[in-house]
């Protein structure tokens, strides 16, 4: 099993749409999570990070299941530019640097 | 501030060669990192520098080496390269190395083939 698993896509949704991404990890020392976000042959940057109690960005919002071990990630009224892959990032547990990339969701918004 | 560079962007090695990835940042971070991403499988962590001074490896080190070589720089060399090296090379930087609970800013990519 992967460390951090993510439903790869695509996720092909209209403008105005909204959309969910899950994504699992297996390491229950796990102490930092995040969502990248990736445009098509360029870097990944910082979407943001996930807390305990969620949290809400404008029309993102992400949340943690500590117990199930999950967290997602809502874009509510999807625009053109929303169209990216995003990529769960969990970071901590015991024994040296480990923050585990998801492979990622590609999501296309189409007008 | 131009964050994290690399150079070279794009770069074709015969089997056998090797090169050496260059990566610099200017927002004094203290902790920088080498990832590959291949498709399919996300990024990777090949090396990584919680700071100055130090170097350990990360998931897939083999075939690779590493030289912090001050705060600023940090590369990566492939002494003999082989195709199944053939990957997007990224740099990255963060604050510090604390669990991972810092951002990490990413420079542009190397895009690497190998033949």
């Known amino acids: 099993r992967k460390e951090v698993e993510q439903d790869p896509g695509p996720f092909n949704v209209p403008e105005g749409a909204t959309v969910a991404f899950n994504c699992t990890y297996s390491?229950?020392?796990?102490?930092?999570f995040f969502w990248y976000r990736q445009d098509c042959r360029k870097e990944p940057k910082l979407l943001m990070s996930?807390?305990?109690s969620g949290n809400e960005d404008g029309r993102f919002t992400a949340q943690l299941n500590r117990a199930s071990q999950y967290i997602s990630l809502l874009i509510r009224d999807s625009k053109l530019s929303d169209s990216a892959t995003y990529l769960c990032?969990?970071?901590?547990?015991?024994?040296?640097?480990?923050?585990?990339f998801g492979a990622g969701t590609r999501l296309f918004v189409k007008a | 501030n131009a964050g994290v560079t690399q150079t070279p962007k794009f770069q074709v090695l015969k089997t056998g060669q090797s090169m050496t990835l260059q990566c610099a940042q200017d927002?004094?971070?203290?902790?920088m990192y080498w990832y590959r991403q291949d498709p399919g499988m996300g990024l990777r962590l090949i090396y990584y520098?919680?700071?100055?001074?130090?170097?350990d490896k990360g998931e897939v080190p083999n075939g690779y080496n590493v030289s912090r070589l001050n705060k600023r720089e940090f590369s990566l060399r492939l002494e003999s390269a082989a195709p199944s090296q053939t990957s997007v090379y990224f740099c990255?930087?963060?604050?510090?190395?604390?669990?991972?609970?810092?951002?990490?800013?990413f420079g542009p990519g190397t895009r690497l083939t190998v033949t």
């Open positions: 996930v807390y305990s």
């Open positions: 520098s919680a700071s100055e001074g130090t170097t």
């Open positions: 390491n229950s020392a796990s102490q930092s």
């Open positions: 990255a930087s963060s604050e510090l190395e604390a669990g991972g609970s810092y951002e990490q800013y």
């Open positions: 927002m004094n971070h203290n902790s």
């Open positions: 990032v969990v970071n901590g547990g015991t024994g040296g640097f480990k923050t585990i």
